[in-house]
């Protein structure tokens, strides 16, 4: 930042930008007690908002204008030539390393460019499901993508707001500059109100999609439901924290009231950094609302020379330093979390986190001092003709690369691409696998003589086999029910012939009670999954019911003030009659169901989320399973069992490919690759349902 619009570089904003983007980074390193890491974003939104903002009405107070033209071309020597760097490194790694990023990555890189991933995320082929199995190595862009966005058109409402609250002032002779301050200081407060009711109308837009079972994409991608931040950020910025600022006023008492807001607003963002969770109901019903306050009163207490240890911590050097390096630190962190896997360096997560941060630093350093400073500053490309040209050449060298992406020879298209469920060949286990008397295990319920844990050890089978079967006469129904496993399942099936296929399926949602406890943090997920009996009972006559739990029914339930642990037997009553209750659902409606077994889960090394001992233990999974068993015994001639945990989890050990491809690359989820292959196999087990129900 310069004076020569009247805002004195403030060393502790670099601060708040360095809080913002470690916790992004450790939160997708897995480093599990930075669960609300995610959070940082927001942190970037405010300060993003409030030195547009000042930056403009300080501009405005001296030359009674805005220059858009110079505050766009000032964004694009900013912003564009680490994005430029990043983009052809990326697309330069795919094109020679990573062939199966190629798939999606050329349409990303074109999202990228143009500042529109998020909207790609959201009605493109990929949403925030995407982080379950391969994500985007461009997934990150999508907070850049809303933040261009709002430059685009933030200038237009202030310079517009401003020239508007001059007319209707009275317009005042240039020269007279300090009547005309005057006239601004009167306005900055309306301007600041208008901008926390433009915030609190995002935030009540979103918790109204929240409450309309919008899908999670489109409340944590959207440019109007994530605004909230960015106007919070305005608000400051109106509120006059610049040239002509109301704290300039300020009394030695006022400045203390805010070093102590500051304090609280602190405790408020490391609670959240520390203790949120991405599924937490609460963020999409006013919490992201609270996190952009809590961050605005860190920032409003860290500058201007407000006294106290916020702005002391914030503005020492070593976060300054860290702060700098934010923009490319946030631009690069991704990627080579994806580059530099637990598979390929080994190691403690501690090392593996090490190693990714030097990685990381490492480029943002290359980058700002070779690209972004010699570019901002005019050493570089020194007149906006230049600067202009050089990034349109630049972006077209982006674009050919991702044409490149789509063209490739045809070995590499087909390891990039998933096959067809239909054609997919599946390496099946072997006849001995199969019970004595021929019977396929997902043909009868379990007897009771198997250990607990046999629908996870116990290998598939099926005594049809469907790539040497033909199709039948008429597609099968099916109706896919449960949580993001099931979903994934459905979204990334692909073409089959032999059904007609529908997702039912919730996000983040299962058949327990919406309060959970993941370790020592109780959790509250969307109200949307305390409505997934509706889902159950949605299905018609005739239809197959095929149903994925468990990824959330290991967690311990919170009901009725109390926790109640996995495996007691409050937890399996509670657990039974809930299960019952889906299963009544489906009954009625006349449609046959397949329960899942619930598989192992391997999750120590999945990459950008959060481990969960709950889900790698396998008592949990065992007390799941044996609640399964029991209800299907229950209601043998409408439930049968598919034999999920002994597809992905024959022997009891996490399988961890299919016919040469990764079969769940968190440790949870199907992807885009292997999701074809499992349905190969799952088209057995849902012809074996539909013969008992015949």
């Given at each position: 930042?310069?004076?020569?619009?009247?805002?004195?570089?403030?060393?502790?904003?670099?601060?708040?930008?360095?809080?913002?983007?470690?916790?992004?980074?450790?939160?997708?390193?897995?480093?599990?007690?930075?669960?609300?890491?995610?959070?940082?974003?927001?942190?970037?939104?405010?300060?993003?908002?409030?030195?547009?903002?000042?930056?403009?009405?300080?501009?405005?107070?001296?030359?009674?204008?805005?220059?858009?033209?110079?505050?766009?071309?000032?964004?694009?020597?900013?912003?564009?030539?680490?994005?430029?760097?990043?983009?052809?490194?990326?697309?330069?790694?795919?094109?020679?390393?990573?062939?199966?990023?190629?798939?999606?990555?050329?349409?990303?890189?074109?999202?990228?460019?143009?500042?529109?991933?998020?909207?790609?995320?959201?009605?493109?082929d990929?949403?925030?499901?995407?982080?379950?199995?391969?994500?985007?190595?461009?997934?990150?862009?999508?907070?850049?993508?809303?933040?261009?966005?709002?430059?685009?058109?933030?200038?237009?409402?202030?310079?517009?707001?401003?020239w508007?609250?001059?007319?209707?002032?009275?317009?005042?002779?240039?020269?007279?500059?300090?009547?005309?301050?005057?006239?601004?200081?009167?306005?900055?407060?309306?301007?600041?109100?208008?901008?926390?009711?433009?915030?609190?109308?995002?935030a009540?837009?979103?918790?109204?999609?929240?409450?309309?079972?919008?899908?999670v994409?489109?409340?944590?991608?959207?440019?109007?439901?994530?605004?909230?931040?960015l106007?919070v950020?305005?608000?400051?910025?109106?509120?006059?924290?610049?040239?002509?600022?109301?704290?300039?006023?300020?009394?030695?008492?006022?400045?203390?009231?805010?070093?102590?807001?500051?304090?609280?607003?602190?405790?408020?963002?490391?609670?959240?950094?520390?203790?949120?969770?991405?599924?937490?109901?609460?963020?999409?019903?006013?919490?992201?609302?609270?996190?952009?306050?809590?961050?605005?009163?860190?920032?409003?207490?860290a500058?201007?020379?407000?006294?106290g240890?916020?702005?002391?911590?914030?503005?020492?050097?070593?976060?300054?330093?860290?702060?700098?390096?934010?923009?490319?630190?946030?631009l690069?962190?991704?990627?080579?979390?994806?580059?530099?896997?637990?598979?390929?360096?080994?190691?403690?997560?501690?090392?593996?986190?090490?190693?990714?941060?030097?990685?990381?630093?490492?480029?943002?350093?290359?980058?700002?001092?070779?690209?972004?400073?010699?570019?901002?500053?005019?050493?570089?490309?020194?007149?906006?003709?230049?600067?202009?040209?050089?990034?349109?050449?630049?972006?077209?060298?982006?674009?050919?690369?991702?044409?490149?992406?789509?063209?490739?020879?045809?070995?590499?298209?087909?390891?990039?691409?998933?096959?067809?469920?239909?054609?997919?060949?599946?390496?099946?286990?072997?006849?001995?696998?199969?019970?004595?008397?021929?019977?396929?295990?997902?043909?009868?319920?379990?007897?009771?003589?198997?250990?607990?844990?046999?629908?996870?050890?116990?290998?598939?089978?099926?005594?049809?086999?469907?790539?040497?079967v033909?199709?039948?006469?008429?597609?099968?129904?099916?109706?896919?029910?449960?949580?993001?496993?099931?979903?994934?399942?459905?979204?990334?099936s692909?073409?089959?012939?032999?059904?007609?296929?529908?997702?039912?399926?919730?996000?983040?949602?299962?058949?327990?009670?919406?309060?959970?406890?993941?370790?020592?943090?109780?959790?509250r997920?969307?109200?949307?999954?305390?409505?997934?009996?509706?889902?159950?009972?949605?299905?018609?006559?005739?239809?197959?019911?095929?149903?994925?739990?468990?990824?959330?029914d290991?967690?311990?339930?919170h009901?009725n003030?109390?926790?109640?642990?996995?495996?007691?037997?409050?937890?399996?009553?509670?657990?039974?009659?809930?299960?019952?209750e889906?299963?009544?659902?489906?009954?009625?409606?006349?449609?046959?169901?397949?329960?899942?077994?619930?598989?192992?889960?391997?999750?120590?090394?999945?990459?950008?989320?959060?481990?969960?001992?709950?889900?790698?233990?396998?008592?949990?999974?065992?007390?799941?399973?044996?609640?399964?068993r029991?209800?299907?015994?229950?209601?043998?001639?409408?439930?049968?069992?598919?034999?999920?945990?002994?597809?992905?989890?024959?022997?009891?050990?996490?399988?961890?490919?299919?016919?040469?491809r990764?079969?769940?690359?968190?440790?949870?989820?199907?992807?885009?690759?292997?999701?074809?292959?499992?349905?190969?196999?799952?088209?057995?087990?849902?012809?074996?349902?539909?013969?008992?129900?015949?």
């Amino acid at each position: 930042m310069s004076e020569k619009n009247g805002l004195k570089h403030q060393p502790a904003i670099d601060g708040v930008r360095a809080v913002a983007v470690l916790a992004v980074v450790l939160y997708h390193s897995g480093v599990s007690w930075v669960s609300g890491g995610f959070l940082g974003v927001d942190g970037f939104f405010v300060v993003s908002g409030f030195l547009i903002t000042t930056l403009m009405v300080d501009e405005f107070a001296v030359t009674h204008r805005i220059d858009l033209r110079s505050f766009w071309l000032r964004r694009i020597r900013r912003l564009l030539p680490a994005l430029l760097f990043l983009l052809f490194a990326v697309a330069s790694w795919a094109l020679l390393v990573e062939p199966e990023w190629a798939a999606s990555l050329s349409g990303d890189l074109v999202a990228a460019l143009t500042y529109v991933s998020n909207w790609r995320f959201i009605i493109g082929d990929r949403s925030y499901f995407e982080v379950f199995g391969s994500p985007s190595p461009l997934r990150h862009t999508w907070s850049l993508a809303i933040e261009e966005q709002w430059y685009i058109v933030w200038p237009l409402v202030v310079a517009g707001a401003l020239w508007l609250t001059f007319r209707l002032l009275g317009r005042v002779a240039d020269s007279n500059q300090s009547t005309s301050g005057s006239q601004l200081r009167r306005a900055l407060p309306a301007l600041a109100i208008g901008s926390v009711a433009l915030a609190m109308f995002s935030a009540g837009w979103m918790a109204w999609l929240a409450d309309a079972d919008s899908d999670v994409s489109r409340l944590y991608y959207g440019t109007d439901t994530r605004a909230q931040g960015l106007l919070v950020g305005c608000a400051l910025g109106f509120a006059g924290w610049g040239r002509l600022g109301a704290v300039a006023t300020l009394g030695r008492g006022q400045r203390r009231v805010i070093s102590v807001i500051g304090i609280g607003s602190a405790g408020v963002v490391a609670s959240t950094l520390f203790l949120a969770v991405d599924v937490d109901g609460w963020l999409y019903e006013g919490g992201f609302l609270l996190v952009a306050l809590a961050w605005a009163g860190v920032i409003a207490a860290a500058t201007n020379g407000i006294p106290g240890p916020i702005g002391w911590v914030l503005g020492s050097a070593p976060f300054v330093a860290v702060g700098r390096l934010s923009y490319g630190i946030y631009l690069w962190h991704w990627p080579v979390q994806l580059i530099i896997t637990p598979d390929r360096l080994g190691g403690s997560l501690a090392t593996l986190t090490a190693t990714r941060l030097i990685v990381t630093v490492a480029l943002a350093g290359i980058s700002l001092v070779m690209i972004e400073n010699p570019v901002r500053d005019g050493r570089l490309l020194p007149t906006p003709r230049l600067t202009l040209t050089a990034a349109g050449v630049a972006s077209i060298a982006v674009l050919g690369i991702s044409l490149l992406l789509r063209v490739e020879p045809d070995d590499r298209l087909q390891q990039a691409q998933p096959p067809r469920a239909e054609s997919a060949q599946v390496d099946r286990p072997s006849s001995t696998d199969v019970p004595p008397g021929g019977a396929s295990p997902t043909s009868v319920a379990p007897s009771e003589n198997r250990p607990d844990d046999q629908l996870q050890r116990q290998a598939p089978a099926s005594d049809i086999a469907p790539d040497t079967v033909q199709p039948p006469s008429e597609p099968i129904e099916v109706v896919v029910l449960g949580d993001s496993v099931a979903f994934n399942l459905a979204y990334y099936s692909g073409t089959i012939e032999e059904i007609n296929l529908e997702n039912r399926a919730q996000m983040g949602c299962g058949v327990v009670p919406n309060e959970l406890w993941v370790g020592n943090r109780r959790i509250r997920r969307a109200d949307a999954c305390a409505r997934w009996t509706e889902d159950w009972a949605s299905v018609d006559q005739g239809d197959i019911a095929v149903a994925f739990i468990g990824s959330w029914d290991v967690f311990d339930p919170h009901v009725n003030g109390k926790r109640l642990e996995v495996g007691t037997q409050e937890w399996e009553e509670l657990f039974t009659a809930r299960l019952q209750e889906g299963v009544d659902s489906v009954a009625a409606a006349g449609a046959q169901l397949g329960l899942a077994s619930v598989p192992c889960y391997d999750t120590a090394g999945m990459v950008g989320e959060i481990p969960s001992a709950e889900r790698d233990d396998p008592t949990r999974v065992a007390a799941v399973n044996k609640v399964i068993r029991a209800v299907t015994e229950a209601n043998a001639d409408t439930v049968s069992v598919i034999d999920w945990a002994g597809f992905a989890c024959p022997n009891g050990t996490s399988r961890t490919e299919v016919d040469g491809r990764e079969l769940r690359p968190d440790g949870i989820h199907t992807d885009a690759n292997s999701t074809p292959l499992v349905w190969t196999w799952l088209i057995g087990e849902i012809r074996n349902i539909e013969a008992l129900g015949a």
